[in-house]
């Protein structure tokens, strides 16, 4: 980090901000121009509130030249993470070249709906099986999810069909209701809620964490960063479009988030161009979109009869439609690997 003071700063201020950056563990390098002293902080600065820095009097401008998160950092963790996902015969790997598919339901309806889709999207090539059962609904007169038994119905369709399950947590008291699910996600709603992130980083599960509704890069990896200094470091991150002005599409889908992210983290990124786009036929270009920009595995919602479901009907494809996306996907995948 480094600190510009202002001109004219005596060397009694000089020193007092010295010898209290010292007592945080931070050493300082003084380099003296002519008319501005630039000092160097050195050590682990992640601790030091860059604000209440720049507000000093005789403190000009503050700069990071490293970032604040360290565990999901690629420069000290060079490699890709590979997280696996479920056990045993089923256990899937995602990242580091290992490819999935998450793909099934908005929420969970009921259990023909469930079974039925999550045997279609595995016959087409979906390695994971999503399907929400407490759902975060912007209107709480909307259909809010099964809830508990929403989650026994994923049980059953991951006996039927092997598929490791994915759903979204919203509350840490709700942790032992998930005891069957192999990949915990975090919605963007809740990717600041801190409560609820230490928790789960004192989970052993993986954890699928999306980026907030017009969060940043960088607070999506700070969000990682909870979750990965309480121990679990099985974080997938997920690119879902962020909040625009535009009124075509639900979201505005960041496709440079993933070469971004792959530069500065080690952890697996996977993309939902379902809720990216809210339009069932824009996800097709944007799931093939995202796999060619280095995607590590997509997140599709995809239902049995989109015209009556009851949630996000509008962005889910039918199992036909999502049986074409898989194709093309794939294909993608071969060009990417020659
Ligand atoms: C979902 O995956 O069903 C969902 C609610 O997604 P998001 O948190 O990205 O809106
Ligand atoms: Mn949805």
């Known amino acids: 980090m480094i600190a510009v003071l202002r001109n004219g700063v005596t060397k009694d201020q000089m020193d007092n901000l010295i010898t209290w950056l010292r007592s945080q563990n931070i050493d300082v390098h003084i380099s003296q121009g002519a008319y501005q ?11 030091i509130d860059i604000d209440l820095l720049s507000g000093l009097d005789i403190v000009e401008s503050v700069m990071r030249v490293t970032e604040p998160f360290k565990s999901a950092n690629r420069k000290f963790h060079p490699d890709d993470t590979v997280v696996t996902v479920g056990e045993g015969e089923n256990a899937v790997k995602i990242g580091g070249g290992n490819f999935a598919i998450i793909a099934g339901p908005c929420s969970v309806e009921s259990e023909e709906q469930i079974i039925t889709v999550a045997k279609a999207v595995k016959a087409s090539g979906a390695t994971l099986l999503r399907g929400g059962a407490f759902k975060p609904r912007t209107s709480p007169y909307d259909f809010q999810g099964l809830r508990a038994e929403g989650l026994e119905l ?8 092997g598929l490791p399950i994915v759903t979204e947590i919203m509350n840490a008291d709700h942790i032992p209701l998930f005891e069957n699910v192999d990949l915990i996600q975090v919605g963007a ?89 809210g339009v069932a036929k824009l996800v097709k270009p944007m799931a093939m979109a995202a796999t060619a920009a280095g995607a590590d595995g997509l997140i599709i919602e995809v239902h049995n009869d989109p015209k009556n479901a009851l949630c996000d ?15 093309r996907v794939s294909e993608i995948r071969k060009i990417l690997a020659k």
């Open 154 to 161: 994923l049980t059953k369709a991951k006996e039927a069909t």
């Open 37 to 47: 002293t630039v000092l160097g902080l050195i050590g682990d600065t992640t601790k």
């Open 313 to 327: 009907g509008a962005q889910s494809l039918t199992p036909e439609q999502f049986d074409d996306v898989s194709k």
């Open 189 to 277: 709603r809740n990717m600041q809620n801190f409560e609820l992130l230490k928790e789960l980083g004192r989970q052993k599960k993986p954890i699928l964490l999306k980026r907030g509704l017009a969060a940043t890069i960088k607070e999506l990896l700070m969000s990682a960063e909870y979750i990965m200094a309480g121990g679990n470091e099985n974080v997938i991150l997920c690119e879902r479009g962020i909040r625009s002005y535009d009124t075509y599409t639900r979201n505005v889908l960041d496709l440079s988030a993933i070469p971004v992210l792959r530069g500065l983290t080690h952890l697996p990124i996977i993309v939902d161009p379902s809720h990216a786009t």
